[in-house]
């Protein structure tokens, strides 16, 4: 299983961002893939999900209007552009695939994760 997730960085509040996320096509092309984030001391939390068709996308009240999620099938890789960022938003940010093709938030849903990447806001 090959799953790689990067693009994060440093960026000023209310600035963008976009992650990717690569897997193999193997790995991911039939089913859902989510991204998830962690704070220090914290537990990880669910940020936002894409079906294998590119449907069924959920995302995280905190994100909701502001982070769009989306895959591109053909390459096997999977966008989190992140805009109007808030200093709340820093965090580690990790793709992971999951079990099926739908999923919802729950990390249960999710077997494959790659290394995280991390988004770095500053005021």
């Known amino acids: 299983v090959q799953l790689q997730a990067f693009g994060g960085g440093l960026v000023q509040a209310g600035g963008s961002l976009r992650l990717s996320c690569v897997a193999s096509?193997?790995?991911?092309?039939?089913?859902?893939v989510g991204w998830f984030r962690q704070t220090p001391g914290k537990e990880r939390e669910f940020v936002a999900t894409i079906g294998w068709s590119g449907g069924n996308i959920l995302y995280a009240d905190s994100v909701k209007g502001r982070f769009t999620i989306s895959r591109d099938r053909a390459t096997g890789t999977v966008y989190l552009q992140m805009n109007s960022l808030k200093l709340e938003d820093t965090a580690v940010y990790y793709c992971?695939?999951?079990?099926?093709?739908?999923?919802?938030?729950?990390?249960?849903?999710?077997?494959?994760w790659g290394q995280g990447t991390l988004v770095t806001v500053s005021s």
């Open positions: 096509k193997r790995t991911s092309s039939n089913n859902a």
């Open positions: 992971a695939v999951a079990r099926r093709a739908l999923a919802g938030r729950d990390r249960l849903d999710y077997n494959y």
